[in-house]
């Protein structure tokens, strides 16, 4: 897809603002001098309405690893109804993490009181699995993301120091760093700050990174959406590239082998391979730990940088020998639901 890595349109073309910022590209702050800042030898426009706040944000966390970032602010998720039917419906299976934390999942507040914007982060699986050693690497049927070390022990590591970085910024606000296992929409709020779009096989879908990203948020009681600011300039809200989503393409719904994506946009967990060798001790042929089937068939993917698996078949080890290789990679929780 030629146009995947394109964020900005001539002045005057009919396009719509992208605000997130790639933030491995920022190298120096006079580069977020004007409104829209082409970096040089790349594709990638920021799109910056009030360059003085973004620069001041944006450069506290850059050194952190994170290569996506994005503000939005902290209300009732739009999609809640949508889980609660998810969940009424029985498709999450023996997840009961996901009902029981149901009603926290409603506003970000049951995570922080008094929680007023979230900043929400990304960073792909290569990034992060390439960071260290690990010899979970040498296994073949184990889905790219647990391919390393497990990305909540990457990306906490980094909270406390980030945390306490915007704390001397932000001295009056109150700041909580959450990965996947807190209560929170993750996907919709990443989505409405601007960091991609939720694609048909219900992951958030990045036109230049792909799906293959981790998230994470950070949640302040400080004012940092341009609404309550009162700057209409700074992340007025809208899509990621109105123009980028999966259009036609049901690649993913079309290529699961278990029929997991029942429709567009759901999944029911209890065909996922992904979820039957994680939460249930049901074969699943090849596949020792997760799936990576809808993500390696989408489009969004194709450039993207990704980690081979290896050739050691782990089903052929024996049961400490798999204890001593999938240590501290998310492979360890395999069949942890049985």
């Known amino acids: 897809m030629a146009a995947a890595k394109t964020f900005y349109a001539p002045p005057g073309a009919a396009h719509r603002p ?52 994005g503000v939005t602010a902290a209300v009732e998720a739009r999609t ?38 979230l900043i929400m982060l990304a960073v792909p699986y290569a990034a992060v699995l390439g960071s260290e050693p690990h010899p979970v690497k040498q296994l073949t049927g184990i889905a790219e993301y647990a391919r390393g070390i497990d990305y909540h022990t990457w990306i906490r590591r980094r909270f406390k120091m980030l945390i306490s970085v915007l704390q001397e910024k932000y001295t009056d606000a109150r700041f909580r760093g959450v990965v996947d296992t807190a209560p929170l929409l993750e996907k919709e709020f990443a989505a409405a700050a601007g960091l991609g779009f939720i694609g048909k096989n219900t992951l958030l879908i990045n036109p230049h990174c792909g799906s293959k990203i981790f998230l994470a948020a950070v949640l302040t009681t ?3 959406t341009a609404a309550e600011r009162d700057e209409a300039e700074v992340n007025t809200p809208a899509p990621l590239c109105a123009a980028a989503s999966c ?6 719904l079309d290529a699961c082998p278990a029929g997991a994506l029942v429709e567009p946009y759901v999944l029911d967990a209890r065909r996922c391979i992904s979820y039957r060798n994680q939460f249930t ?7 020792f730990f997760g799936c ?42 395999r069949h942890r639901g049985v």
């Open 18 to 69: 992208v605000f997130f910022y790639r933030l491995n590209h920022i190298r120096a702050a006079s580069r977020f001098k004007t409104a829209n800042v082409r970096q040089k030898g790349t594709n990638t426009t920021f799109v910056n309405h009030n360059a003085k706040y973004q620069q001041s944000l944006h450069s506290l966390i850059y050194p952190f690893g994170f290569e996506l970032c």
């Open 80 to 117: 809640f109804a949508s889980f609660e039917r998810y969940i009424g419906s029985g498709m999450h299976g023996v997840m009961t993490h996901l009902a029981g934390q149901g009603e926290a999942r409603r506003h970000p507040r049951s995570i922080l009181p008094g929680v007023r914007s």
């Open 222 to 224: 400080a004012v940092l």
């Open 247 to 252: 259009g036609n393409c049901t690649r993913c």
């Open 281 to 287: 001790a049901e074969d699943t042929g090849n596949s």
């Open 292 to 333: 990576d089937i809808c993500q390696n068939v989408c489009p969004h993917n194709r450039h993207i940088p990704h980690t081979a698996e290896g050739n050691v078949d782990p089903f052929m080890l024996d049961a400490e020998t798999l204890r001593v290789m999938t240590k501290g990679s998310p492979a360890e929780r």
